[in-house]
Protein backbone atom coordinates (compact mmCIF):
# COMPACT_ATOMS: atom_id res chain seq x y z
CA UNK A 1 0.00 0.00 0.00
CA UNK A 2 1.63 3.44 -1.47
CA UNK A 3 2.20 6.22 1.62
CA UNK A 4 1.28 9.72 2.21
CA UNK A 5 2.67 11.10 -0.98
CA UNK A 6 3.67 15.14 -1.23
CA UNK A 7 5.09 17.18 -3.53
CA UNK A 8 7.05 18.57 -4.55
CA UNK A 9 10.05 17.95 -1.92
CA UNK A 10 11.60 20.94 -2.24
CA UNK A 11 10.17 24.38 -3.19
CA UNK A 12 12.17 27.85 -3.00
CA UNK A 13 9.97 31.26 -3.38
CA UNK A 14 10.45 34.67 -2.78
CA UNK A 15 8.61 37.39 0.01
CA UNK A 16 5.28 38.43 -1.23
CA UNK A 17 4.78 34.95 -3.73
CA UNK A 18 2.31 32.16 -2.82
CA UNK A 19 3.24 28.66 -3.06
CA UNK A 20 0.52 25.62 -3.17
CA UNK A 21 1.72 22.10 -1.64
CA UNK A 22 0.17 19.09 -2.20
CA UNK A 23 -1.31 15.85 -0.82
CA UNK A 24 -2.04 12.19 -1.46
CA UNK A 25 -3.24 10.63 1.39
CA UNK A 26 -3.31 6.32 1.55
CA UNK A 27 -5.83 4.75 -0.43
CA UNK A 28 -8.70 4.59 1.94
CA UNK A 29 -7.94 7.11 4.29
CA UNK A 30 -10.47 10.44 3.94
CA UNK A 31 -9.07 12.63 6.74
CA UNK A 32 -5.65 14.94 5.99
CA UNK A 33 -4.07 16.89 8.55
CA UNK A 34 -1.20 19.39 8.17
CA UNK A 35 1.24 20.85 9.83
CA UNK A 36 4.23 22.97 10.24
CA UNK A 37 7.62 22.09 11.54
CA UNK A 38 9.68 25.28 12.54
CA UNK A 39 13.14 24.31 14.94
CA UNK A 40 12.46 24.75 18.13
CA UNK A 41 8.31 24.95 17.88
CA UNK A 42 8.08 21.26 17.09
CA UNK A 43 4.91 20.45 14.61
CA UNK A 44 1.98 22.97 14.74
CA UNK A 45 -1.30 22.01 13.74
CA UNK A 46 -2.50 24.01 10.41
CA UNK A 47 -5.96 22.60 9.52
CA UNK A 48 -7.36 19.24 9.19
CA UNK A 49 -10.28 17.92 6.44
CA UNK A 50 -12.34 15.13 6.13
CA UNK A 51 -14.89 14.38 2.82
CA UNK A 52 -14.21 17.88 1.49
CA UNK A 53 -14.94 19.72 4.67
CA UNK A 54 -12.59 21.80 7.09
CA UNK A 55 -12.75 20.38 11.13
CA UNK A 56 -10.42 21.83 12.87
CA UNK A 57 -8.13 25.18 12.00
CA UNK A 58 -5.38 25.67 14.14
CA UNK A 59 -4.03 29.42 15.08
CA UNK A 60 -2.32 30.49 11.77
CA UNK A 61 -2.96 33.96 9.88
CA UNK A 62 -5.97 33.51 6.70
CA UNK A 63 -2.58 33.91 4.72
CA UNK A 64 -2.52 29.86 5.00
CA UNK A 65 -5.52 27.65 3.60
CA UNK A 66 -6.67 24.32 2.29
CA UNK A 67 -8.90 22.39 0.55
CA UNK A 68 -9.72 18.80 -0.03
CA UNK A 69 -10.88 17.37 -3.23
CA UNK A 70 -13.62 14.01 -3.65
CA UNK A 71 -10.90 11.64 -3.99
CA UNK A 72 -9.45 12.92 -0.39
CA UNK A 73 -6.23 14.45 -1.94
CA UNK A 74 -5.58 18.16 -0.37
CA UNK A 75 -3.97 21.10 -0.79
CA UNK A 76 -2.54 23.59 0.72
CA UNK A 77 -2.38 27.12 0.08
CA UNK A 78 0.45 30.19 0.93
CA UNK A 79 -0.21 33.21 -0.26
CA UNK A 80 2.12 36.71 0.36
CA UNK A 81 4.80 34.28 1.97
CA UNK A 82 7.02 36.22 4.49
CA UNK A 83 10.40 35.03 5.45
CA UNK A 84 8.71 33.43 8.64
CA UNK A 85 7.14 30.67 6.59
CA UNK A 86 10.57 29.02 5.76
CA UNK A 87 9.60 25.42 7.22
CA UNK A 88 9.33 21.56 7.00
CA UNK A 89 5.25 21.55 5.81
CA UNK A 90 3.86 17.51 6.77
CA UNK A 91 0.85 16.31 5.61
CA UNK A 92 -0.63 13.66 7.92
CA UNK A 93 -3.33 10.82 6.75
CA UNK A 94 -5.70 8.17 8.76
CA UNK A 95 -9.10 6.55 7.90
CA UNK A 96 -11.44 8.79 9.49
CA UNK A 97 -9.55 11.45 11.36
CA UNK A 98 -10.78 10.68 15.11
CA UNK A 99 -8.46 11.76 17.78
CA UNK A 100 -7.92 8.11 18.69
CA UNK A 101 -6.21 7.35 15.19
CA UNK A 102 -3.10 7.13 14.17
CA UNK A 103 -1.88 9.56 11.90
CA UNK A 104 0.42 8.35 9.00
CA UNK A 105 3.04 11.07 7.59
CA UNK A 106 4.54 11.78 4.40
CA UNK A 107 8.13 13.11 3.84
CA UNK A 108 7.65 16.51 3.84
CA UNK A 109 7.40 19.63 1.66
CA UNK A 110 10.34 21.75 2.78
CA UNK A 111 9.82 25.25 2.10
CA UNK A 112 12.36 28.24 1.59
CA UNK A 113 11.87 31.71 1.70
CA UNK A 114 14.45 34.04 0.13
CA UNK B 1 -4.91 25.02 27.54
CA UNK B 2 -4.02 21.58 26.15
CA UNK B 3 -0.54 21.33 25.55
CA UNK B 4 2.37 18.46 25.57
CA UNK B 5 6.34 18.85 27.57
CA UNK B 6 8.84 17.26 25.99
CA UNK B 7 11.74 18.74 28.96
CA UNK B 8 14.99 17.28 26.89
CA UNK B 9 15.93 19.20 23.75
CA UNK B 10 18.93 17.33 23.08
CA UNK B 11 19.92 13.76 24.84
CA UNK B 12 23.10 12.19 24.55
CA UNK B 13 23.52 8.32 24.84
CA UNK B 14 26.12 5.39 24.59
CA UNK B 15 25.26 2.80 22.41
CA UNK B 16 23.94 -0.19 24.63
CA UNK B 17 23.11 1.86 27.81
CA UNK B 18 19.73 2.98 28.21
CA UNK B 19 16.72 5.19 27.72
CA UNK B 20 14.07 7.51 28.51
CA UNK B 21 12.06 10.15 27.26
CA UNK B 22 10.16 12.69 29.08
CA UNK B 23 7.02 13.52 27.63
CA UNK B 24 4.18 15.04 30.32
CA UNK B 25 0.78 16.23 29.27
CA UNK B 26 -1.78 18.89 30.11
CA UNK B 27 -5.64 17.39 29.48
CA UNK B 28 -9.02 18.16 31.58
CA UNK B 29 -9.48 14.20 30.13
CA UNK B 30 -7.55 10.56 29.48
CA UNK B 31 -6.00 11.55 26.35
CA UNK B 32 -4.70 9.59 23.90
CA UNK B 33 -1.52 9.52 23.77
CA UNK B 34 1.11 8.99 20.91
CA UNK B 35 5.13 8.55 20.79
CA UNK B 36 6.67 9.46 17.03
CA UNK B 37 10.35 9.05 15.58
CA UNK B 38 11.67 11.12 12.92
CA UNK B 39 14.72 10.40 10.77
CA UNK B 40 16.48 13.21 8.73
CA UNK B 41 14.40 13.79 6.00
CA UNK B 42 11.51 12.09 6.39
CA UNK B 43 8.31 11.91 7.70
CA UNK B 44 7.12 10.86 11.22
CA UNK B 45 6.27 6.95 11.67
CA UNK B 46 4.28 5.86 14.65
CA UNK B 47 6.55 4.25 17.22
CA UNK B 48 3.29 3.11 19.71
CA UNK B 49 -0.28 4.78 21.16
CA UNK B 50 -2.05 4.39 24.28
CA UNK B 51 -5.57 4.73 24.73
CA UNK B 52 -6.61 2.65 27.34
CA UNK B 53 -5.99 -0.26 29.77
CA UNK B 54 -2.71 -1.37 30.83
CA UNK B 55 -0.53 1.44 31.38
CA UNK B 56 2.57 -0.25 30.03
CA UNK B 57 2.07 -0.07 26.34
CA UNK B 58 5.09 -1.67 23.50
CA UNK B 59 5.94 -0.63 20.12
CA UNK B 60 7.85 -0.78 17.76
CA UNK B 61 11.75 -1.10 17.60
CA UNK B 62 12.17 -2.51 20.85
CA UNK B 63 10.63 0.59 22.73
CA UNK B 64 8.14 0.36 25.44
CA UNK B 65 6.24 3.94 27.17
CA UNK B 66 4.61 3.98 30.63
CA UNK B 67 0.99 5.61 31.43
CA UNK B 68 1.00 7.38 34.88
CA UNK B 69 -1.72 9.47 35.34
CA UNK B 70 -0.89 10.62 38.63
CA UNK B 71 2.39 12.48 37.42
CA UNK B 72 0.11 13.69 33.55
CA UNK B 73 3.11 11.69 32.26
CA UNK B 74 4.27 9.09 29.00
CA UNK B 75 7.81 8.82 29.33
CA UNK B 76 9.27 6.50 26.48
CA UNK B 77 12.01 3.62 27.39
CA UNK B 78 14.35 1.22 25.55
CA UNK B 79 16.62 -1.15 27.29
CA UNK B 80 19.59 -0.78 25.44
CA UNK B 81 20.17 1.89 22.22
CA UNK B 82 21.28 1.28 19.02
CA UNK B 83 23.04 3.72 16.67
CA UNK B 84 20.48 3.57 14.37
CA UNK B 85 17.83 5.08 16.96
CA UNK B 86 19.42 8.20 16.67
CA UNK B 87 16.49 10.44 15.66
CA UNK B 88 13.96 13.09 17.00
CA UNK B 89 11.14 11.79 18.78
CA UNK B 90 8.04 13.25 19.41
CA UNK B 91 5.23 12.77 22.20
CA UNK B 92 1.78 13.34 21.14
CA UNK B 93 -1.89 13.99 22.45
CA UNK B 94 -5.21 13.14 20.37
CA UNK B 95 -7.70 15.73 21.67
CA UNK B 96 -11.12 14.59 22.20
CA UNK B 97 -13.57 15.26 19.19
CA UNK B 98 -11.62 18.19 17.87
CA UNK B 99 -9.84 15.88 15.30
CA UNK B 100 -6.67 18.08 16.28
CA UNK B 101 -3.25 16.22 17.64
CA UNK B 102 -0.57 18.13 19.72
CA UNK B 103 2.99 17.65 19.84
CA UNK B 104 5.78 18.43 22.07
CA UNK B 105 8.32 20.07 20.48
CA UNK B 106 10.63 16.91 20.43
CA UNK B 107 13.97 15.29 21.51
CA UNK B 108 16.78 14.86 19.57
CA UNK B 109 18.33 11.57 20.59
CA UNK B 110 22.41 11.60 19.63
CA UNK B 111 24.14 7.71 20.32
CA UNK B 112 27.59 7.53 20.83
CA UNK B 113 29.49 4.75 19.68
Known amino acids: KAGVTQTPRYLIKTRGQQVTLSCSPISGHRSVSWYQQTPGQGLQFLFE???????NKGNFPGRFSGRQFSNSRSEMNVSTLELGDSALYLC?????????????FGDGTRLSIL | AQSVTQPDIHITVSEGASLELRCNYS??????LFWYVQSPGQGLQLLLKYFSGDTLVQGIKGFEAEFKRSQSSFNLRKPSVHWSDAAEYFCAVGARGTYKYIFGTGTRLKVLA
Open chain 2, 27 to 32: YGATPY
Open chain 1, 92 to 104: ASSVTGGDNQPQH
Open chain 1, 49 to 55: YFSETQR
